[in-house]
């Protein structure tokens, strides 16, 4: 959960990433929806939708059927990766 808040707190803070990144009005849309929470209530709706599994892994790294290196990573949502990704754009910064 805490990779989806420091996601939230950095777009956030910047919220033109969205556009210069060509996210989709949908997208531009959702997250700005989110902007309106304040943190403990973006916590508790992140809670109520599963977020608080751990996100250091995919869902089925252990799982020997998909931990072959020459496999595409797997058990990972789109928003999951997206938020991965613009985490550690922002920590690049």
């Not at 990433?17 to 403990?40: H, N, P």
């Not at 998909?66 to 922002?90: I, T």
């Amino acid at each position: 959960m805490e990779d989806w808040l420091q996601t939230w707190r950095a777009v956030k803070a910047d919220p033109s990433v969205m556009q210069r990144q060509g996210w989709s009005q949908y997208d531009i849309a959702q997250w700005t929806k989110a902007f309106e929470l304040d943190e403990a209530q973006m916590r508790a709706a992140l809670e109520e939708r599963g977020a608080e599994r751990p996100m250091d892994r995919p869902a089925f790294w252990t799982d020997e059927r998909f931990d072959n290196p020459s496999q595409p990573v797997v058990g990972v949502s789109w928003l999951e990766a997206r938020a991965y990704s613009l985490s550690h754009l922002f920590s690049v910064r």
